[in-house]
């Protein structure tokens, strides 16, 4: 993929990555190498010989050094997947089994040990003059995340299937009944109950009480 979609100063946020099989395996490489060693542990040279694959192709996919740290952010956000428009509003109960689902990955992404270990690490640069991370982070996954989710519930309302005002206000709602305190439990090192864990049964009572506030 040309390094461009990866230019943060171009890229939409909400612009959602496609990446093949093989850079896909190799964005993973230096997810493991970014969470175990830390940002200056993200070089090409150390990607291409974890990746078994060569600087050049580096080069051509993800262009220099930023473009490759936002690839692996965006990446990571991907993992929250989407359904298309025209599937997602056939019908309440399918849309709805959609949102449910949204919530689901989101959750999984989230509360994974990946996203907690960039998070800290991010957190963790916050007082220094660039925290490249943490700005990536918040435009190639925060935003991405939300700016397609209000899409999606825009969609719902298109279809009279949700009554809101702003779709950002209901967006914020949905987050704030998915996550609740449970992130910033998770990030300080508690270790999520079983409740917690059963990530299928949250976000449907996340979207059973979004749709008691919002539901047409």
């Known amino acids: 993929m040309p390094a461009a979609a990866y230019d943060i100063a171009t890229s939409r946020p909400d612009a959602a990555p496609e990446f093949s099989p093989r850079q896909q395996v190799v964005l993973q490489h230096a997810l493991?190498?970014?969470?175990?060693?830390?940002e200056k542990a993200l070089t090409t040279?150390?990607?291409?010989?974890?990746?078994?694959?060569?600087?050049e192709s580096l080069y051509k996919w993800f262009g220099d050094r930023d473009g490759l740290l936002a690839a692996v952010v965006a990446f990571q956000?991907?993992?929250?997947?989407?359904?298309?428009e025209a599937g997602a509003t056939a019908d309440a109960e399918t849309f709805?089994?959609?949102?449910?689902?949204?919530v689901e990955a989101l959750l999984g992404?989230?509360?994974?040990?990946?996203?907690l270990a960039l998070n800290r690490l991010s957190i963790g640069q916050s007082n220094t003059n660039s925290n490249r991370l943490g700005h990536l982070l918040l435009v190639r996954g925060k935003h991405m995340i939300s700016s397609r989710a209000r899409t999606m519930l825009e969609s719902g309302?298109?279809?009279?299937?949700?009554?809101?005002?702003?779709?950002?206000?209901a967006y914020q709602v949905l987050y704030g009944l998915a996550i609740r305190d449970v992130h910033i439990r998770l990030l300080l090192g508690e270790t999520a109950s079983p409740d917690e864990q059963d990530l299928k049964t949250q976000a449907e009572t996340a979207v059973d009480r979004f749709y008691r506030l919002f539901g047409a």
Do not use: I, M, N
Not at 32 to 38: E, N, Q
Not at 45 to 55: E, I, V, Y
Not at 77 to 84: D, E, H
Not at 157 to 169: N, Q, V, Y
């Open 32 to 38: 493991t190498l970014l969470v175990d060693g830390g």
């Open 96 to 102: 709805r089994a959609h949102v449910s689902s949204f």
């Open 157 to 169: 309302r298109r279809h009279g299937l949700l009554k809101f005002d702003s779709a950002e206000d």
């Open 45 to 55: 040279a150390g990607l291409a010989r974890t990746a078994s694959c060569s600087k």
């Open 77 to 84: 956000a991907s993992q929250v997947q989407f359904p298309s």
């Open 109 to 115: 992404v989230l509360f994974s040990e990946t996203s």
